[in-house]
């Protein structure tokens, strides 16, 4: 008996949404609402279906689309800054450079920029290769009026999106550079690791103590980080693999402290850094995710 192709698109089902929505929960939801649109549907007239792969990315691409327009005005609410839920990801997606690039910190907040249907055209588009014809259907817009739409996203995401050519090895010893630094409070240590104008980007969500506006500067950040030994002195700084790169978690169970840092490198040294502390977008992060492309 074959395996029903929702179950085999599964994992490309949950990156297209978390790339789309840039929250593993509502991910989750939106993934679990198309299945059970194509459940309802029946047995015989899914067989009937030519291509699955096209239609399940279809409904799930109007769910997603209803969702980001309601997250859209609940984040104007949002207390502080926005980042989007960090994912724990297998060693195997670190080596697929084109979906470890779609699916980083860097990438996600980029795509944020963008409206809805920029967004979802986007995603389809460059991360999927999906046809015109299908996206647009999809979309609820002409083809035509799509491309424009696609050509518009890309141009936006380009001027905008980081360049970024390392390795997940050379990755990771500038973030062991980094871990190092902060857990010795070492202040040169981290300056020489820091882009001069390397930015600290924190979201607590207004229930966990975070910097309100991003910090600017490698001055400020090491002057904010390097003071650790002495305010976080039972705190463990864990190495992890978050949204396909070498990351860190800070945790420390007395006082209930937990933290996931993404970092962007160029150049031999972060340009940026995006530390997650709300509580209410951490809590998948003990379940690794399955992405595919």
């Known amino acids: 008996m074959s395996e029903d192709p929702f179950v085999t698109h599964r994992g490309l089902l949950f990156t297209a949404a978390y790339e789309m929505l840039g929250s593993a929960s509502e991910a ?35 769910k997603a689309l209803d969702q980001l327009r309601t997250t859209a005005r609940r984040r104007e609410q949002y207390v502080g800054e926005w980042l989007p839920e960090p994912l724990l990801t297998a060693p195997d997606v670190a080596q697929d450079v084109e979906l470890a690039e779609s699916v980083s910190f860097a990438m996600l907040t980029v795509l944020e920029t963008l409206t ?32 424009q739409i696609g050509h518009r996203a890309r141009e936006h995401v380009a001027a905008r999106r980081p360049r970024v050519e390392v390795s997940p090895r050379q990755q990771q010893e500038v973030v062991d550079r980094f871990v190092a630094a902060v857990t010795g409070g070492d202040l040169q240590g981290l300056l020489d690791v820091l882009a001069p104008q390397v930015v600290l980007v924190a979201d607590g969500g207004g229930i966990a103590q975070a910097a309100a506006n991003p910090v600017v500067g490698a001055k400020k950040v090491a002057n904010l980080l390097h003071a650790f030994p002495k305010f976080g002195a039972h705190a463990r700084i864990l190495p992890v693999l978050l ?27 972060i340009s940026r850094i995006f530390a997650v502390r709300n509580p209410a977008k951490l809590g998948g992060l003990d379940v690794e995710a399955t992405l595919r492309r």
Do not use: C, H
């Open 28 to 62: 989750e939801d939106v993934v679990q609402e198309t299945w059970i649109r194509w459940d309802a549907i029946g047995e015989a007239a899914r067989g009937e279906v030519r291509d699955p792969r096209a239609f399940l990315m279809r409904m799930l691409t109007r």
């Open 243 to 269: 949204n396909g790169a070498p990351g860190a978690r800070i945790v420390d169970v007395a006082d209930g402290y937990d933290t996931a840092i993404s970092f962007a490198v160029e150049d031999g040294r």
């Open 116 to 147: 809805p249907t920029e967004r979802a055209v986007f995603v389809l588009r460059e991360v999927f290769d999906l046809p015109y014809a299908e996206i647009a259907d999809a979309v609820g817009k002409s083809a035509a009026a799509t491309r």
